[in-house]
């Protein structure tokens, strides 16, 4: 048995492969918040006054309001926003011309996480193309295929390239979907987001190839603060992809991300999301603190709006994607895996406002808890008066590994109209001795047996990712439970 | 193939193999009977590793390997098989997947190179005619959904695809109907080969007809009480267990 438990170790201590860090020389901002810090994020994006305005009113409004402590499943510690620095840039030239400007380290990095930055290489590999919005700490270091998108008239950029050449659209969708007043986090992040992604499918285009976003918090001490945007004009369709990881350290870090998706008439917009922050020691020592904002609308006539999302990172998850149901015959989607092992807690599971008619939403939530963690799943179906045959189907389904996890479910249903049609499932099952016996008898080990056991219960959800995807999501639903099973 | 020498085992404290022995060569069929309660099941948990049943005193050779220090994973590997009593259901899991996984873990033990995906269908579609289980059985999730016959059938059509030395199969005839016993029967005889040996568990001499197996064994509180040839399931079924247990209370009067 020595030798059994010797290999158990290895498994647990190579837990987090993304742990590392990297010695980028960075330009960052002083720790602590306030409104010269607001004031100094906008200055070093070179922001036009408006804004910096919309920053200020957000940061007043923050000012005003509670960390939010009372209705989440989740036990943390007040956070210490004074200790925090909201501004960590690498040190590059303003322009770059080429690749080979970029910090040799930088590339080094994202070549190390199994992101290229090098177009070509993605264009002769057999893989599908994806274009790369690689974002580090607080700024955009590269964004790919620009040019190849440019043509068919799609946008795909940083955040803050967005402000700057596309103030209009920014101007017009920034806010419309997650107003700065709409909660703590998402109020923090209006006032002092540093970065993030932009996206723009104009009318009638469906997008060659999968967009993405890989998130990387890297300085020490940092929070992560990006906003995404992604609006699908008429008749446009997008995949979007977004992908995260930070090193391995014994402080919690704070990240607090809005994300927003607007779908025009006939448009569609898939999201998914890999997530795979740092989720802590063992011990329950470190990891990422996961506030996140993202909701998407359904604005007019038949669109639709899908989240996918793997959440296996994290020492804390508290994250509901939503979809507001607007347009008549519109969907919303929710496909989730939520992965809590060790001391990681997630609160997390989706909204889902109808508002149109005949507008149709599906949520299945497949949690997993192992270790001593806790997983929630918390939903909102909301039939709006007046929104005429909604139709709902809710699944959540929990799954334990061991006795000393938790599993919630919080549902809410609320109906304002006679005609809806709202159904919800629930299922808690736990991976049984005898299942796992059973995939011994065939020769194969325990590690193995919970991983196609995980798998084959999340693959209703993890059937709704790119081929890519749906691959290194496997995997890590693997790696995360490695050593769950004694 | 298989050696038991002084089996003792059982469960939370309580001894239920009271001093086993059996030895089983290759290509020999064992066919193993015995009321409920004398231990048969605990023997097939024992020989497969179930971590709940304790090992107290005896030896198990397989190959002239001691299998009780082997994990339940290497027993397989190493080509011992059990046909489960009550198949496990694994939801979400083809049992394509599951074989492929099960056959590229045993190969990799062996130092063998994963299985080609073409090989492997091949594999799939000449196996799954042994048992004449339908594609689309193969192509759902282990066992979810199955009929008591189908599951039984999928149990041999496992047993082909991994190839085991050593099968072990623990009451497969229970719950199956006539058509179905003749399949699985069937199955398993187009496996006999003389390097591939069977222990079969079955409470009546039915499966015996179309298994024919070369010796037949008693079980009663947890030892062998009585060897013979395959007449002598005939006997026994003709005279009930009863006889045994009679003729042993007469035995240990003397």
Redesign the interface.
Known sequence: MADKNEILEEHISSEYKYGWSSDIKMDSAPKGLSEDIVRFISKKKNEPAWMLEWRLKAYRHWLTMKEPHDWAHLEYPKINYQDIIFYAAPKQKKELASLDEVDPELLKTFEKLGISLEEQKRLSGVQSTIAVDAVIDSVSVKTTFKETLSEKGIIFCSFSEAVQEHSELIKKYMGSVVPYTDNYFAALNSAVFTDGSFCYIPKGVRCPMELSTYFRINTAGTGQFERTLIIADEGAYVSYLEGCTAPQRDENQLHAAVVEIVAHKNGEVKYSTVQNWYPGDKEGKGGIYNFVTKRGICLEANSKISWTQVETGSAITWKYPSVILKGDNSIGEFYSVAVTNNHQQADTGTKMIHIGKNTRSTIVSKGISAGVSNNSYRGLVRVSKGATNARNHSQCDSLLIGSTCGAHTFPYIEIKDKSAIVEHEATTSKIGEDQIFYCNQRGIETEKAVSLIVNGYCKEVLNQLPMEFAVEAQKLLAVSLEGSVG | MLTIKNLHAGISEKEILKGFNLEVKAGEVHAIMGPNGSGKSTLSNVL?????YEVTAGEVKFKGKDLLVM???D???EGL??A?QY???????SNI???K???N??RA?KKMQPIDAKDFLKLVKEKQALVELQVTLANR?VNEGFSGGEKKRNEIF?MAM?EPTLCILDETDSGLDIDALRIVANGVNKLRSKNRSFVVITHYQRLLDYIIPDFVHVMYDGRIVKSGAKELALELEKKGYDWVKEKLAVGSGQ
Do not use: H
């Not at chain 2, 497969?48 to 709940?52: C, I, L, Q």
């Not at chain 2, 198949?87 to 899991?93: C, K, L, N, T």
């Open positions: 497969a590793g179930k971590k709940e994990s339940p994973e027993r397989a590997r098989f059990l489960f198949p496990i259901e694994i939801p979400g899991v997947n599951f074989l996984t099960a056959i873990e045993i033990y999730s496992q991994l």
